[in-house]
């Protein structure tokens, strides 16, 4: 049969493509497409090659891994190849991989193999030739022939051990794995780089290779790098396990870091049962992979079945449904949140990726299009992982026609027609403030704005907040387009007839709504707090501002400088919570709501802690004066022992001043000829009098019983809980006194684990903290509530 031209040059097509992504990825570290690209490109070249053997060539890419590295480190040549492996993208090439094996070792129907499995990481392959159990060189997989040498970069990662461990290592010994970035490094270091206006890195992997191949060590000893090894190389002078699991395992014990996801699984069901269930996990790590890496675990199978050109033919990679996809960028729409926030969300024309059909993605604001550089038209890169919004992470500029359009932000609320504003971030210090643009834009409109309402109420109404049941989105969405609550007091001037008006109401239903909503005028503070939507104001920091001012009212009236002195309250949240409780419009949403009855179950006096706390050094300290700090603030106020001589003060005094540098001296002067700042001091004083933390006021003697069982202890929740949610664990901890954190440190006291716990409880067993099981939760909990 005659070579199609078509066919022909199809394949010269493809080989060129799959060499220029070769190149950006293994010279320039720039990949151009996701894995799930280059991988169909690559199947499609692979399957033209069998259908017609001519085609092959040395030169093809099918014939070897990749592109030599570029020249700014010296080459390595590797005495065996660091080849690639095939990939399964389906259970039906997985089963044909298995079945493919059992075939060449002449195994009988039933016969079952054991196969060593573990995550794919991704990341960048590494090899490290260890002599006398000395690490002597570090280099890239490169095209798998020839590699660079990195081991000056691979030295500064702790995870790499200098020296092996033990004894009875090999004379020479090749060990192989992978270097990658945990996600929370990723992060990190892109939170750096945005913030000393540097480009970002595109994913984990993509930062990794960066990394590793800086000129400057120095450079990689500050990146968060991790090294995991999955296999060896050229072993020489010495005797190691026959088996892959006992070979890593043996590795570990000389100090190598191996997966702890790594397991030995029998036959085609147990890779199948492995795969489904690092799948559910696979959100969870710590770290990304795109698979699952089978190995025939015995050593003498391996050599019986050998290599194909490029790949072992008793290893697969199965690969998860792709993550990253390429699609269209359609148009950019704008949507209004509750702080009426602008928002632009991309219209993509749809596509598979991350196992659901994705339209939409997350843009977060302008700054970050421009950072893109996005615009309408574009072909790029989407991105979804697990459960997190779709988001867009690069731009494939050679698609480019010339059609696309600059996203403009629209000048008007895309709802109610108000002006749109840019939003102005202050940074303080120093009695200085320091104004800038901030990133997010917002409809001036407010409540007139019917998606700015629309969203208040949606929160006001949410289980942490005023936990009015039976009132869902789409009835409040209709309340608001029909005029019928134009704010959140509305709710509580509602009628069961109103209710009936709406779709999927009866009289029962409306009348239960009806009895939610009265029944939700005595609310706890905390909940009423978080309910309003004060910026940055989670449901955490309500009950902190709860539990320590104790009252609604002492919360509006607060200064910002006051609020720094609680637990988590930093300047900048302190002006949200002030600036939102002095706005007129909040002010009067606020006694609209309780003039409908709200009343708070448990308000309180300020925490007896809070008590006579604040001595006149530290309120020195808080006034931020120029060159005063803690020893300077105690030497004031040793010296004046109150606030009013302090104030009167002038430069022959302040000289008297025991301690006192002339630059402290030269900053009170400063603040004193400041009329301002003066009325700031004297207001704030007045303020801690009045609210009773003062030095003057006498505290509370301690209640012995007054001490919650949990506090000062942080608690972390992980996994699913059967006999309650985690929010109900929450809640009880809370009310024990517990602080209950995302994340797990050494700091953290006690790890609540159910099943599906996965990075939190591994990063517990590292640290050695004390991990709970849902039953032995509750018996606590029950020691703890009865006490």
């Not at 991704?122 to 060189?137: F, H, K, W």
């Not at 200085?432 to 643009?437: A, D, K, M």
């Not at 099943?755 to 640290?767: D, R, T, V, W």
């Amino acid at each position: 049969m005659s070579l199609p031209e078509s066919v022909s040059s199809r394949a010269e097509q493809l080989r060129t493509e799959i060499e220029q992504h070769n190149y950006r990825y293994y010279v320039l570290d720039q990949p151009s497409v996701p894995d799930s690209e280059y991988d169909r490109l690559f199947q499609e070249l692979q399957q033209l090659e069998t259908e017609y053997p001519e085609l092959v060539s040395a030169e093809s890419p099918t014939q070897r891994v990749g592109k030599k590295p570029d020249t700014g480190f010296a080459e390595v040549t590797h005495e065996q190849p660091m080849l690639s492996l095939d990939n399964a993208f389906g259970e039906e090439d997985m089963a044909a991989f298995v079945r493919r094996v059992q075939e060449r070792l002449g195994l009988a129907t039933g016969e079952v193999l054991d196969f060593a499995c573990e995550p794919k990481l991704d990341g960048l392959a590494v090899s490290l030739m260890y002599e006398q159990g000395r690490l002597v060189r570090a280099a890239t997989r490169g095209d798998g022939y020839t590699g660079e040498d990195i081991t000056l970069n691979v030295r500064t990662l702790k995870s790499v051990p200098l020296r092996l461990m033990g004894e009875g290592w090999p004379e020479r010994l090749e060990v192989r794995g992978e270097i990658y970035m945990p996600r929370a490094g990723f992060e990190r270091l892109n939170e750096q780089a945005r913030a000393a206006d540097e480009k970002t890195f595109v994913n984990p992997r993509n930062a990794a290779a960066g990394s590793l191949r800086q000129l400057d060590p120095g450079i990689t000893a500050k990146r968060p790098l991790e090294f995991c090894c999955y296999s060896t190389g050229v072993v020489e002078g010495g005797e190691l396990p026959q088996t892959h699991a006992a070979r890593l395992q043996q590795l570990n014990a000389w100090g190598l870091k191996i997966n702890a996801e790594m397991r030995v699984v029998q036959g085609l069901e147990g890779c199948r049962e492995y795969f489904n269930a690092l799948g559910q996990k696979r959100d969870q790590l710590a770290y990304d992979i795109d698979g699952i890496v089978f190995k025939v675990d015995r050593l003498d199978l391996q050599e019986r079945l050998g290599y194909v050109s490029r790949a072992p033919r008793w290893a697969i990679a199965h690969k998860f449904p792709a993550q990253e996809e390429i699609t269209q960028l359609k148009a950019v729409e704008f949507q209004v949140g509750r702080t009426g926030a602008i928002t632009p969300v991309a219209r993509l024309e749809p596509v598979f990726v991350g196992g659901v059909t994705v339209s939409n993605a997350t843009l977060h604001n302008m700054d970050e299009i421009a950072r893109l550089g996005v615009k309408a038209g574009d072909h790029v890169i989407v991105r979804r992982a697990g459960d997190v919004i779709p988001q867009i992470v690069q731009v494939i500029e050679d698609r480019r026609s010339g059609d696309e359009t600059e996203v403009q932000i629209p000048e008007h609320c895309p709802v109610c027609g108000s002006d749109v504003e840019r939003t102005r971030l202050v940074k303080r210090g120093k009695g200085r403030e320091q104004v800038s643009e901030g990133a997010i834009y917002r409809c001036v409109g407010r409540l007139f704005c019917r998606a700015q309402l629309t969203q208040a109420l949606i929160h006001f109404v949410s289980r942490k907040a005023m936990d009015i049941d039976g009132l869902g989105e789409k009835s409040i969405e209709l309340l608001v387009e029909r005029e019928l609550v134009k704010s959140p007091a509305d709710l509580y001037r509602l009628q069961v007839t109103d209710f009936l008006t709406l779709e999927g109401f009866a009289q029962l239903s409306s009348e239960n709504l009806y009895n939610a909503i009265a029944a939700s005028r005595q609310v706890e503070l905390a909940r009423f707090i978080y309910a309003l939507g004060i910026p940055e104001v989670g449901d955490g920091t309500a009950r902190s501002l709860a539990a320590k001012l104790g009252s609604l009212q002492r919360l509006r009236e607060a200064q910002p400088l006051l609020l720094t002195w609680l637990p988590d309250i930093g300047l900048e949240v302190a002006h949200e919570i002030h600036n939102f409780m002095q706005d007129e419009h909040n002010r009067q949403v606020i006694d609209d709501l309780l003039a409908q009855g709200i009343e708070f179950k448990g308000e309180a006096d300020i925490a007896p802690e809070l008590q006579g706390s604040i001595s006149l050094d530290m309120l020195i300290q808080r006034l931020d004066i120029p060159g005063v700090a803690k020893t300077g603030a105690q030497a004031l106020a040793k010296y004046f022992s109150t606030l009013e001589p302090l104030l009167a003060a002038d430069e022959s005094v302040l000289v008297e001043v025991p301690k006192l540098s002339k630059k402290a001296r030269d900053g009170v002067m400063s603040c004193l000829r400041q009329p301002e700042w003066v009325a700031t001091a004297r207001a704030l004083e007045a303020q801690l009098l009045a609210f009773g933390l003062h030095w003057s006021c006498e505290p509370e003697a301690p209640a012995a019983a007054s001490q919650q069982p949990l506090q000062g202890q942080t608690w972390v929740l992980t996994g699913t809980l059967e006999q309650m949610t985690r929010d109900q664990a929450k809640e009880r901890l809370l009310a024990l006194g517990a602080k209950v954190s995302g994340s797990v440190s050494s700091k953290t006291h006690t790890v609540v684990a159910g099943p599906g716990a996965g990075s939190k409880l591994a990063k517990a067993e590292q640290l050695g903290v004390p991990v709970l099981d849902e039953a032995a939760f509750l018996v606590r909990l029950a020691e703890l509530e009865s006490a």
